[in-house]
């Protein structure tokens, strides 16, 4: 089997996305060409979202691996990279807390290919999934108001409910036609790799059980919204007694995903004080906020991020969009 993965995040200064993200994703590129030309990329706002602002979240992606452990080494090497040349504030979530904009999103993208019976893996995950994405599920808040375990999972443009066809772009999971691998889309992202590692395992050991599950378009569609407003509800708990023969994996990971920790520390402390918390973490650090850097907004960092990263990946971005469309 073999694995890849793209992870969003915003870069906020101090509490915003800026344009001057494409000049920290300049630094990355420049500085080491071939591993980030293509596996990087960045996010705009779309629609009346626009009103607040034009940046969205930055991406970094994994090469492709044949194991997990090497997937979660590469992730985390590209994190210290990003890490090295951005003084930005860090912020692995699924959607800002402070503001309603279901375009202004990050996930988390897991990429899977190398099995021989695409449609049993696609039924087995998907039975799953609604209890898998509470693992990671990063974005308790839309307009400073508690929403659930994930706004982004319930409202954001990109992804949605399942469809007859899977190759459609914005559904939770599709089959990429560029890539040619079944890309689960629904997760938020998130700081803790510890948890990222457990995701991995638990998705694996779905892949290789022995049998078949359950899983249905509507199923799934049905629990999707559901989930993503009120968390670990009464239907899932025989989802998990399955789970946890495949894998020892406590019910409390499910009760409490990292939104709800989030969130204790956004009515605690603030928004700036959870996104240095986040920044820390993203970093290495624990969660737990601290003092804001210096922070500069300069025009001539905006053009040089222009001109030394959007406009150079302007032809591969175009050639992506094909390929994916």
Known sequence: MR???????????????????????????WK??????????????????????????VEISTGLHDGKEGLLADLARRRQDLASVCPGLLVPLGHLLDHEEPSNICGLHLHLSGFPDWERVYRNLIYFLPLLALLVANSPGAG?????????????????????????????????????????????????????????????????????????????????GLVAREGYIEELRPVYREL?????????????????????????????????ALDNAYRGGPLEPRPLPPMQMSWLKVLAGIGGY?????PYNIHKVWLEW
Request: with cysteine; aromatic share 16%; charged share 30%.
């Open 144 to 224: 400073g108001r508690f929403f659930g375990p994930s706004y982004r999972w319930a409202k954001a443009f990109a992804i949605g409910p399942l469809r007859e066809d899977p190759y459609f772009r914005f559904q939770d999971v599709i089959y990429s036609k560029r890539l040619g691998t079944l890309e689960i889309r629904v997760f938020d992202p998130v700081w803790d790799l510890a948890r990222i590692k457990i995701l991995l395992d638990c998705v694996e050991a779905i892949i290789l059980a022995d049998r078949d599950y359950p899983g249905s378009i509507e199923g799934y569609n049905r629990l999707r």
């Open 3 to 29: 694995w890849g993965l793209e992870e969003e995040i915003f870069i906020t200064e101090p509490d915003r996305p800026t344009l001057q993200s494409l000049y920290y994703l300049a630094r990355l590129v």
């Open 32 to 57: 080491d060409p071939r591993r980030y030309y293509t596996h990087t990329a960045c996010n705009f706002v779309r629609g009346k979202d626009l009103r607040q602002g034009l940046m969205s979240g």
């Open 310 to 314: 959007y406009l150079p990946r302007l």
């Open 244 to 276: 946890s023969l495949l894998v020892p994996i406590e019910e409390e990971m499910f009760e409490e995903p990292p939104a709800f920790q989030v969130w204790r520390l956004w009515k605690e402390k603030g928004t700036l004080a959870v996104y240095t």
